[in-house]
């Protein structure tokens, strides 16, 4: 995904002059072309990634349209204040980007996690959170975050992402994607989990329950829409992303639910549980620990469907 | 504009301050009274702007980092005609634009950045001045920071990214007054020597007596350094600076004047005929 991201970028800063690219002293050798095509437009800001978010903010203050790129925590918690203030209080075009999102840097331990970064940038006014689940997506995502008006975060992995074909491939901030149609349950995935939820929808199939599956790139504005149509429709929603269970989209969506009369759907959450891997492990190893597996998003959501339809 | 009138308009801009806090309750008396020198200097003398443009691409743009300074930013950018004097008339008020702090440049013609967290206008200031490299345009960016403010990191996170860049159309005033909120500002962390650490990050740093309006003209008019140095001056200032009792004591961080100290220190500044 972060090739996707850089050539990406290095196209549409061709097309559009106002994109300046800042890098957090990350990505070696990956912003070449960029460098190459639009060197003064490119700016290493050093390992300090603070200054990093208030430079972009005044540069878009001046009309540009920066883009700041570093691994997730460093290019959200860790400067999160500049985040609230310089791009979302004064309401202006950044586009964050968080590399290795959620458990991509499994093996690099819990300061390299970010679990907790939809959750704390969903919160904050005028930000809008994008989570493309592939390199298609997050192409799309990215030429449509230099369009808007306000800050925008977008939560990308690391590399080596399949991607997924789609039965619609339309984009637009805040609609989701239909991977596939199905008649009994619906599944609805945020980010690069999107391969293991169209896996557990197979492993489903195979039980005889037909499970429509949703890519969610945009967490932020909610697609309330085709919530409130799944909600009406199907007695299982699930919804994954490796992201704590706490404050991601799951939690956004109960929170819309809480302010429904009540609904045919029940809501059910996979993700990571509120606590720091302590242990060593690879992204494969740390998903299975908190079953963000095909196998058990499918077992959970087969015995949640039984439960319902007895 | 004459050094005697630029003089002038610093007296009248304190004594407006003083009656503000004293009607609105606001604090930071001691604070914006340390920088009206300095802002009357930029606002009267440096800046290249059209009050009537306020959104002018090509403008020279400052930063009130110190954003608890608003108090005396607002009556500054009154009397330069952003907006009439007598919008400051709801200064304070429930529902106004008129805070503590300033608002986003979007709410108020003249404010370039929404300060109030410190450490955050000379980052802000800088990607600005890198923005004129990047659209080739000739404005220059002030940042005006409080002597606390240099706790933070990010200002530091700042200065060397502005001297590895070679931005030399960025200015630094610190209102240097020896204090911060809750004590001397060279007691809580070590400063010193304030001057020499900007130098040692890279900048072309000189120190003034930030009261005396003829130093202010001269640094704010000097020419750029041939050696693309962004440029650090170091205001010597007292708080509470104009008004003998205010004066040095850091009480007035967050005092009221009552009725008969606005009355003396309207005395004090001559504003009283």
Not at chain 1, 254 to 278: C, N, V
Request: proline letters at 4%.
């Amino acid at each position: 995904m972060r090739n996707a991201f850089a050539d990406e970028a290095t196209k549409l800063s061709s097309e559009d002059s106002r994109i300046v690219l800042l890098s957090g002293d990350i990505g070696n050798k990956l912003f070449d072309k960029f460098k190459g095509q639009n060197g003064r437009r490119f700016f290493n800001c050093g390992v300090a990634e603070a200054n990093m978010m208030g430079v972009a903010a005044g540069m878009a203050l001046s009309g540009l349209r920066p883009i700041i790129y570093t691994i997730t925590p460093f290019t959200t918690t860790r400067c999160y204040e500049q985040i609230r203030v310089d791009a979302c209080y004064q309401n202006v075009p950044v586009t964050i980007v968080g590399t290795g999102s959620g458990l991509s840097y499994a093996d690099l331990g819990p300061t390299h996690h970010s679990c907790e970064d939809l959750a704390i940038m969903r919160v904050l006014p005028n930000m809008t959170v994008l989570a493309p689940a592939d390199e298609v997506e997050l192409r799309q995502c990215l030429r449509a975050a230099l369009q808007q008006k306000g800050p925008v975060y977008i939560r990308i992995g690391k590399k080596g992402e399949a991607v997924t074909p789609k039965k619609d491939d339309h984009f637009e901030i805040g609609r989701s994607i239909t991977v596939q149609e199905g008649s009994d349950v619906c599944l609805i995935s945020t980010g690069i989990l999107l391969p293991i939820v169209v896996k557990a929808a197979e492993m489903l199939s195979s039980q005889g329950v037909n499970a429509r599956v949703e890519s969610f790139h945009t967490v932020k504005p909610l697609d309330e829409e085709t919530i409130k149509n799944v909600f009406a429709d199907y007695p299982v929603v699930a919804v994954v992303e490796e992201h704590n269970k706490i404050g991601g989209l799951a939690g956004s969506i109960a929170e819309w639910l809480a302010r429904q009369p009540p609904m045919k759907g029940r809501l059910i959450s996979f993700g990571t549980d509120d606590e720091f891997m302590h242990e060593v492990g690879s992204q494969s190893y740390a998903r299975k620990k908190y079953g963000l597996t095909e196998e058990n998003i499918s077992r959970q959501v087969l015995d949640a469907y039984k439960h319902i339809s007895i | 504009m004459e050094l005697e009138k630029l003089q002038e308009i610093a007296s009248e801009i304190r004594g407006r301050i003083i009656s503000t806090s004293h009607k609105t309750k606001t604090p930071h008396l001691g604070s914006c009274l340390s920088c009206v020198d300095i802002l009357v200097a930029v606002y009267f003398h440096s800046l290249r702007i059209d009050p009537k443009k306020p959104r002018d691409p090509d403008r020279d743009r400052f930063i009130l980092s110190k954003g608890h300074g608003a108090a005396a930013l607002f009556q500054v950018l009154a009397m330069r005609g952003f907006y009439p004097e007598s919008m400051l008339d709801s200064y304070g008020e429930d529902g106004g634009i008129f805070a503590e702090h300033p608002p986003t440049p979007d709410h108020l013609a003249g404010i370039e950045a929404a300060t109030g967290s410190l450490g955050h206008g000379l980052p802000i200031g800088l990607g600005m001045a890198l923005s004129a490299r990047i659209q080739k345009q000739s404005y220059k960016v002030i940042a005006l920071l409080s002597d606390g403010e240099c706790n933070e990191g990010s200002v530091w996170e700042a200065a060397m990214m502005a001297a590895a860049q070679k931005v030399d159309n960025l200015m630094v005033v610190v209102d240097f007054n020896k204090w911060q909120a809750t004590g001397r500002s060279e007691e809580i962390l070590a400063l010193a020597p304030l001057v020499d650490k900007w130098r040692a990050f890279g900048w072309d740093a000189c120190e003034i007596n930030g009261h005396d309006m003829g130093q202010l003209v001269e640094v704010l008019t000097k020419e750029k350094n041939s050696e693309g140095k962004p440029v650090a001056v170091i205001a010597h200032t007292v708080k509470g600076k104009g008004v003998s009792f205010m004066e040095d004591d850091n009480n007035w961080h967050y005092r009221i004047p009552s009725e008969e100290e606005l009355v003396s220190a309207h005395k004090e500044l001559g504003l009283v005929k």
